[in-house]
């Protein structure tokens, strides 16, 4: 199965929108640089513990009243499904 370039694509244009990478991401779940590269650039997939704590950390960067950046009904948008490529697999 070839990689596709544009895994998470909706997350990266939050992380260039609100200014963010990924070790930023990587405090806010808990966990080092390197495991939120392999999950950013599809070699594994996200627990879904992560998902829930990267939208509490990209929601927190509303102001109270406005709504979720990332509501829990588009979580599939920014996390789609089956973007794992197995280690070792695609170029």
Known sequence: MPRNRSYHHKLRILMVE????????AVA??????YVVQRMT??????????YA???????FTYK???EIIPASHIAEY?????CVPLGKGV
Request: proline share 8%.
């Open 65 to 67: 009243g406005e709504p």
């Open 29 to 34: 779940i808990g966990r080092c640089h390197t």
């Open 79 to 83: 996390f789609p499904p089956r973007q």
């Open 42 to 51: 599809g070699k594994m997939a996200w627990d879904l513990d992560d998902v």
């Open 54 to 60: 990267i939208r509490a950390f990209v929601n927190s």
């Open 18 to 25: 609100y200014d963010f990478n990924y070790d930023d991401l």
